[in-house]
């Protein structure tokens, strides 16, 4: 051993650190090479992980060490890159050992390196099993989640096409009973009888009410929308009161008091219209208190339509006056009627009118508000 | 534009009888006088043999070879002075799918308003 | 379609020299040798669809799925930029992009530059690709799991770099970065093409630039290429790998200059 050498090494031991075997023994791979990716040295731990000595991949290009992808990604993507930036970080790639077997890792590589004038490359390479499987059981249950969605997508619109097939049958058998019933009202019939006939009516006007929000639930979800059929050339008044006349006869208590303060014409959709009076009178004579009267306010300024409709009883919560308007939403009483459609529905219809429904509830009052702008 | 008759006629088409009565029932207590078929083909096998129908009164979806809406058609270009109301519970139609003098009525009817309407179309 | 294919051009030149990169990034690749030519030619690169700063939405999976898609927008580019009689320098795939768009429309390109060109990458009978059906098929699935996350979290994040001062750092980041499932694709369409059928006889001067140790486009298909085309020259370039437009700019901008 040389002086400069003997001191060398006597410096090294002095410090305590063995560069040379720290570079061959480091926790990860290390490997040096020329600009053209020829490998001028690797360390100990690299080439443990290739099944080959060291000496060996001397000569070697990096990229013969890696997997088919591994080579075209180096020559198409690595190479060019270290060109270009001068380093490159974080790339998974594979390595493959001389039994053919793979080696996961995630190479850090550097460019940048210059020994006189030639610049070397250098790279760092760490095993990545577990990151990879890692990786790849993520990537499983995203895939599998994504299909789960697409499946349950699927069942989700086949079951709403089918409640919307369902709804428009029913109509028909419906619309029979109830004319049905219309004459048999006129036969001669005893007082019983008329009672009954009276009561059927009602159950159709419900099971009507149900079948057009259930439809029109259905169609929303299925993409239509509330559609609109607008005509400011009727009359609104005449059908809201029908609605109200017709609740009142199916629900005889509480009595419902009515103010009509309507300038025709009102541009809207006069079914709909009546269809979301409909609702929310429904709703308050079956939540509301049985006695106390339930008050109809329709009327218009000159820039808009305003329906109101209140109730007396027990206060709502704000907890579910925040959620009244979400569909198949029940609040706590399981035992009242519905499917929990009407105020959604009813909301809905607001909207396509480009007009709010709002609810407030008190001590006093629990009252549905639907406003709608006049055209413009 | 009716003939000026003491006694108006409406021809009432509709498959369901229930329904039918019911419509039936409706316009013979507001005084007019009824027809009655169960489709298209029926109405205008009767439309043929008669010529004092004075408003086709008819429901849209029913079997036989065409539906109401195509049946109105056929009546306004044969019969070209007869009105029309068309009837559904299932769709709405607009004006302009209707012929001229047609007009649409949505099932379930309000009774008032049906008579109404037919005595508007009819005096038109 | 200039627009669309993020085209720029620059020099003085009467005649075109249209630069097009192969699988794997971008128009940079062609920053050491195009503004070589600039004195003489007006130069143009660009970025096919899909790859570096194109119209991502413009990608549509099934114009690209053969290279005629890639060759269309060729042509349309060329023809919207008034080429004719020019110069096309094709490296990787693009080399048969190039063949292929020359083929369809016969007055844009009257001289060829193939640089690492191949037909087909697997081999077929005595046709040696250089991969077996087995290989691409590998490399597909690879892609498919994304293994190498060839994706937007693998690209590197370059600290700015003291060796190449020139290189502003927002190039530095968008170097090499394509959109996973557009990348994906591309690899598909290039590496199971089959474009022989579109060697043979053309109506222009050919020239093959070929490296030593290139995996993807080796010596024997370089020669390959050269047989089937007649009257094509091939020149054997003192670089290695597959990019000497990055790793050996100035032997490829010679041996251009030579041609040309």
Known sequence: MSEVEAGASAAQREAGIDFERLFDVAPCGYVLAERNGRIIRANETFAAWTGRPAEQLVGKRFSDLLSIAGKIFYETHFAPTLHMAGSFNEVALDLVDDQGAKLPVLVNATGGLHDGEHVQILFAVFRATQRRQYEQGLLEARDKAEATIVSERATSELQEQFIAVLGHDLRNPIASIASGIHMLAKETISQRGARVVELMSGSILRANALIDNVLDFARGRLGGGITLDRNAREPLEPVLRQVVAE?????????????????????????????????????????????????????????????????????????????????????????????????????????????????????????????????? | MAVDRAVLT????????????????????????????????????????????????????????????DL????????????????????????????????????????????????????? | MAKRLNARAAGTGARAMLFAHGFGCDQNMWRYVAPAFEQDFQTIVFDYVGAGASDLTAYDPQKYASLEGYADDVVALAT?????????????????????????????????????????????????????????????????????????????????????????????????????????????????????????????????????????APESVGAFVQQSIPGSELVLLDANGHCPNLSAPAETIAAIKAFV
Not at chain 3, 109 to 126: A, M, N, Q
């Open chain 2, 72 to 124: 109105a058609h056929v009546v306004h270009e044969r019969w070209p002075d007869m009105p029309v109301l068309l009837t559904s519970g299932h769709h709405r139609i607009c004006e302009a799918q209707l012929p001229a003098e047609g007009k649409f009525v949505t099932k379930p009817w309000a009774q008032a308003a049906l008579v109404k309407q037919i005595r508007d179309l009819l005096h038109a």
């Open chain 1, 247 to 376: 609740l009142q006869s199916v629900y005889p208590k509480p009595t419902i008091e009515t103010r009509y303060e309507l300038a025709d014409p009102v541009d809207c959709d006069r079914m709909r219209i009546g269809q979301l009076l409909s609702n929310l009178l429904g709703n308050a004579l079956t939540h509301g208190a049985k006695d106390q009267p339930i008050m109809v306010d329709a009327s218009t300024s000159r820039s808009e339509l305003v329906i109101a409709v209140s109730n007396g009883g027990e206060p709502i919560p704000p907890q579910v006056l925040e959620r009244l308007f979400q569909p198949f939403f029940r609040g706590d009483d399981r035992v009242k009627h519905g499917l929990g459609l009407g105020l959604h529905i009813a909301a809905e219809i607001a909207r396509a009118h480009e007009g709010m429904l709002v609810a407030r509830s008190d001590v006093k009052a629990t009252t549905f508000v639907f406003t709608m702008p006049l055209d413009i």
């Open chain 3, 80 to 216: 919207e930029l008034g080429i004719s009689d020019g110069v096309f320098v094709g490296h990787s795939v693009s080399a048969m992009i190039g063949l292929i768009a020359a083929r369809k429309a016969p007055g844009l390109f009257s001289t060829l530059i193939l640089v690492g060109p191949s037909p087909r990458y697997i081999d077929d009978g005595d046709y040696v690709g250089g991969f077996s059906e087995d290989q691409i098929v590998e490399l597909l699935d690879f892609l498919d799991t994304n293994h190498l996350g060839w994706s937007q979290a693998m690209a590197p994040t370059i600290m700015g770099n003291p060796d190449r001062p020139e290189l502003s750092e927002e190039l530095a980041a968008s170097f090499c970065r394509t959109d996973p499932e557009i990348a994906k694709r591309f690899a598909r369409t290039t590496f199971m093409s089959n474009n022989r059928a579109d060697l043979g006889p053309i109506d222009a001067r050919v020239l093959i630039l070929q490296c030593r140790d290139d995996v993807i």
């Open chain 2, 10 to 69: 409406v021809l009432v088409v509709e498959d369901d009888a229930l329904v039918r009565m019911h419509g039936i029932d409706i316009l013979e207590d507001a005084g007019f006088a009824v027809l009655e078929a169960a489709d298209a083909d029926e109405a205008l096998v009767i439309l043929d043999g008669l010529d004092d129908v004075d408003l086709l009164f008819s429901d849209v979806d029913m079997p036989g070879s065409m539906s109401g809406l």
